[in-house]
């Protein structure tokens, strides 16, 4: 019998925030999710920023594949996603919430969209890596930082009270409706992204001495070239937080994680009494983590643990035992996973190549192909605070971060997992270095990605400044709603309509 999946989707949510993976945050349903769930301790986003690493977990494949390169970058209707392949299976696929598509295409693969996005679906934010010198206005600043507490409401509030809302309303009309096919809901929240402000009642759950200050300070670390220019995207020369300000920064994020774990437990309320909670598999995820002041860095923007590492909990109790894998995995592992449960890829074949693996080995407990040793998980990062390509490759106890214009840093997760001394500009590592470099050499063309990043910013910035002449027709979303189909209508029977919107239905 086909799952349902059921995938719950964070935003710039660092695993290590969560108590599973021995953080602070009060999140009570993940807690028990992660306890009756499997937990990937070492599970990473392909590309620390929103747009890119969505794309590629939807696809499957490297930003650089797709031309997922930033925030604006266009996600071609070509592309096969997850949801493509579930439909093919059999599957009904929704989407509840933020997915930041770019490009005329807003449902790749989705059958239905129950709300917009909450960011724009145009070309507007592309980067401009020949004049990094001038600081995007649309970019994160230093505001959420130096500005963080508590609210009534927020724009990120009412955008995920209505993201769950309608996903808990169409979890019941699953339930009632006449379609048996299986379902795949993904439903994806923007908190608890930036900007640091919660409704009171979170931020009272915590006291800043409860999150207290970031692990490695900015002098305890040498500084680097890539981590200097982010904090000139972000304005950190321009607004300088103090202790007081970084402590509630960080008690308003922990505030926006009890946040999500509340709509967590809404929604999987809701599974239960839709009486769906026994053939679904839950998914837990984030898109990418936050620094939250780790080095002197906020958000994400790099391949240090705190920005790229976030969680995977995967709970089906009546399917999967509970456990933890150590093997390094990916957000390009999900496609082929959730493939490989719902259905059999021989049956149509993979359409593009994929860049990730199956992990139903890991949820079952079998013997899986790689192990924590041999294990690897690739990113690049080719947007804001870069001014060439970014790549990473983690495989077993170490991280290589290269990039043509920066010195290589080499880091043994193992030994030191804050990431303070960085290997490569020590005596002794020639041979692993080489061998690094002569990897990301038979990966990645650099320079001729260079110059399709630099291309490919020029077309959108003309492109965009052509559409915002004259008439402008936006691609953001619009969802659909036919008010003559809701509630009571003379085009049926009351009865009949009161006794198909009854749940469970009355013999």
């Not at 129950?114 to 994160?140: K, Q």
Request: charged share 25%; proline share 7%.
């Amino acid at each position: 019998m086909q799952p349902n999946f059921l995938i719950l989707m964070a935003d710039q949510l660092y695993a290590g925030a969560l108590k599973t993976y021995g953080g602070r945050a009060l999140a009570p349903h993940l807690d028990s999710l992660a306890a009756q769930g499997v937990v990937f301790d070492s599970f990473y986003c392909n590309s620390p920023l929103c747009a890119p690493s969505r794309f590629s977990f939807m696809a499957g494949q490297l930003p650089s594949r797709i031309g997922a390169y930033d925030n604006a970058a266009e996600f071609a209707a070509q592309t096969p996603t997850f949801a493509h392949y579930l439909r093919r299976a059999g599957y009904q696929t929704a989407l509840s919430g933020k997915m930041h598509f770019c490009g005329p295409d807003q449902l790749h693969g989705f059958e239905e969209r129950l709300t917009t996005d909450i960011y724009p679906a145009d070309f507007g934010w592309t980067p401009d890596w020949t004049r990094f010198d001038e600081r995007p206005g649309w970019y994160h600043t230093m505001d959420s930082v130096t500005q963080a507490g508590a609210c009534t409401r927020t724009n990120q509030i009412d955008y995920d009270d209505e993201v769950v809302y309608a996903a808990r309303q169409k979890l019941f009309d699953i339930a009632r409706g006449s379609d048996r096919r299986p379902f795949c809901l993904l439903v994806s929240m923007t908190h608890p992204h930036d900007p640091y402000v919660v409704p009171q009642p979170y931020w009272d759950r915590y006291r800043d001495v409860d999150v207290g200050l970031p692990r490695v300070a900015q002098p305890e670390v040498p500084d680097d070239p890539h981590s200097r220019r982010i904090r000139h995207v972000i304005g950190l020369g321009e607004q300088t937080p103090n202790e007081s300000q970084v402590r509630a920064a960080r008690r308003a994020y922990h505030g926006a994680v009890s946040y999500v774990d509340d709509q967590i437990g809404s929604l999987l309320t809701a599974l239960r009494d839709a009486r769906l909670d026994g053939n679904t598999i839950v998914i837990v995820l984030a898109d990418h983590g936050d620094m939250l002041g780790e080095r002197g860095l906020w958000y994400k923007m790099s391949f240090f643990e705190p920005a790229c590492r976030i969680p995977l909990i995967v709970a089906a109790p009546g399917r999967f035992a509970a456990r933890r894998v150590a093997t390094p995995a990916s957000l390009l592992d999900i496609l082929p996973t959730l493939v490989e449960l719902g259905s059999e890829p021989k049956a149509g074949g993979w359409a593009a190549p994929l860049d990730g693996r199956s992990l139903v080995a890991e949820l079952t407990g079998q013997p899986a192909t790689a192990t924590e040793q041999t294990a690897e998980v690739i990113g690049e990062y080719l947007a804001e605070a870069a001014i060439a390509p970014i790549v990473m490759i983690r495989r077993g106890r170490y991280k290589f971060v290269h990039s043509p214009v920066d010195p290589d840093q080499l880091y043994d997760l193992e030994a030191d997992p804050d990431e303070r001394v960085n290997l490569a500009a020590q005596d002794g590592q020639g041979p692993r270095l080489a061998e690094f470099r002569a990897e990301v050499a038979r990966r990645w063309q650099l320079p001729a990605l260079h110059e399709q990043v630099l291309a490919s910013q020029r077309r959108r910035h003309m492109v965009y400044a052509a559409l915002r002449s004259g008439r402008y027709t936006p691609w953001d979303f619009q969802p659909r709603r036919d008010a003559s189909r809701q509630y009571v209508r003379n085009d049926q029977e009351l009865n009949d309509i009161e006794a198909m919107a009854r749940f469970p239905r009355v013999n």
